[in-house]
């Protein structure tokens, strides 16, 4: 493919690769972290999770529950992530441990929840969002190895989950150094 005439929404170093090429190489640099989404209904809100998850280059993402979502949202990014589904928590939860991940649940109106600024931020870490309305399931959040809120200034509750997986992907991977590093 001719890098002029490629009109996919890439940065320059990936136009003119194909989709499995591009996958290959951003499995060269990809964080330690992934994402978990539970719990979601609006496929809106499923994409622009998934999109955030390739603008950070995470390991992989895992959709517990609801299987097929509308990826038009994701902006075709799912095809260069690694995308996991599970039918529910206890068998992701399974998968995560197996592997040494730690289970990080940002959820805000809850007594367990702390704020995101006094995470003692770790590699290997799954960042579970859920829905808006309903939040994480409680047998998720039982299962999580920690449990935060995103610190907000104005009046309402929260912030769309989408936003709220940008801030906390966002946070982690600062922290973690990867912008440090000269290939980003």
Do not use: W
């Amino acid at each position: 493919m001719n890098p002029a005439e490629d009109t996919r929404n890439l940065v320059d170093r990936f136009k003119g690769l194909e989709n499995e090429a591009v996958v290959a190489e951003l499995d060269k640099t990809r964080t330690s972290i992934e994402i978990a989404i539970e719990n979601l209904s609006h496929d809106f809100n499923i994409g622009t999770i998934v999109r955030n998850a390739n603008a950070f280059n995470v390991s992989r993402v895992h959709i517990i529950g609801k299987r097929k979502y509308n990826r038009r949202g994701a902006m075709v990014t799912d095809k260069y992530l690694h995308i996991d589904h599970f039918e529910d928590a206890k068998n992701f939860a399974k998968d995560a441990k197996k592997r040494g991940m730690n289970i990080v649940a940002i959820e805000n109106n809850r007594p367990e929840s702390r704020p995101l600024q006094s995470a003692e931020v770790k590699a290997n870490a799954i960042l579970v969002f859920g829905s808006e309305s309903d939040g994480l399931t409680q047998e998720l959040l039982d299962l999580a190895d920690e449990i935060f809120y995103i610190e907000q200034l104005g009046s309402t509750r929260s912030i769309n989950v989408g936003c709220a997986s940008a801030v906390a992907l966002y946070e982690y991977t600062r922290r973690l150094g990867y912008f440090n590093q000269e290939e980003l």
